[in-house]
T-cell receptor
Framework: AQSVTQPDIHITVSEGASLELRCNYSYGATPYLFWYVQSPGQGLQLLLKYFSGDTLVQGIKGFEAEFKRSQSSFNLRKPSVHWSDAAEYFCAVPNTGNQFYFGTGTSLTVIP | NAGVTQTPKFQVLKTGQSMTLQCAQD?????MSWYRQDPGMGLRLIHY???????DQGEVPNGYNVSRSTTEDFPLRLLSAAPSQTSVYFC??????????????FGPGTRLTVT
């Protein structure tokens, strides 16, 4: 079965610093991959998605992610973090049909 | 469009009580699903539906029932609440049941506490 792993439970960065959140997937073929963000007390919002083609994907709020087949990774990046980026981030992959498998999440704290 | 709406936002139940969490979407999406979110475990799929009249079990279905009589509504029923069902519940919808390429739209969540 398809799955994703987020190795980092919690990350702290300073405002203005760069950010990289890790996501590793387990999938036989080229997967569809998603990153979602959950602000405190809110539902999840799609940041970006990868289907095929260009391995560098741009999303909302200045985020991007790069699909690397050789490393089975789909890491999320942002060049300069803002205080409003403090949230929980989830990597996800479709399982069978339209079922989604979510990673356990990475909580981001931004220090002023 | 209101998107995906969930009621109530908060609920406290006693062990053994039953209740229904409501979910509705106004985007005419075929696919709807329920997840529960617990600390350190991410989101786990409880039940899902690929269209009116069709439901199926997800990863953690025990203790929950669903039905899908209309495209818009997908209620989640707790038959006999247990403390292990204390969680945050999210409903989500997606426009196409047959393709995994479509994103899911999430409701704001229901925070349930069972004492």
């Amino acid at each position: 079965a398809q799955s994703v792993t987020q190795p980092d439970i919690h990350i702290t960065v300073s405002e203005g610093a760069s950010l990289e959140l890790r996501c590793n997937y387990s999938y036989g073929a080229t997967p569809y991959l998603f990153w979602y963000v959950q602000s405190p007390g809110q539902g999840l919002q799609l940041l970006l998605k990868y289907f095929s083609g260009d391995t560098l994907v741009q999303g909302i709020k200045g985020f991007e992610a790069e699909f690397k087949r050789s490393q089975s990774s789909f890491n999320l990046r942002k060049p300069s973090v803002h205080w409003s980026d403090a949230a929980e981030y989830f990597c996800a992959v479709p399982n069978t049909g339209n079922q989604f498998y979510f990673g356990t999440g990475t909580s981001l704290t931004v220090i002023p | 469009n209101a998107g995906v709406t969930q009621t109530p936002k908060f609920q406290v139940l006693k062990t053994g009580q039953s209740m229904t969490l409501q979910c509705a979407q106004d985007m005419n999406h075929e696919y709807m699903s329920w997840y529960r979110q617990d600390p350190g475990m991410g989101l786990r799929l409880i039940h899902y539906s690929v269209g009116a009249g069709i439901t199926d079990q997800g990863e953690v279905p025990n203790g929950y029932n669903v039905s899908r009589s209309t495209t818009e509504d997908f209620p989640l029923r707790l038959l006999s609440a247990a403390p292990s069902q204390t969680s945050v519940y999210f409903c989500a919808s997606s426009p196409n049941r047959g393709r995994p390429s479509y994103e899911q739209y999430f409701g704001p969540g229901t925070r349930l506490t069972v004492t």
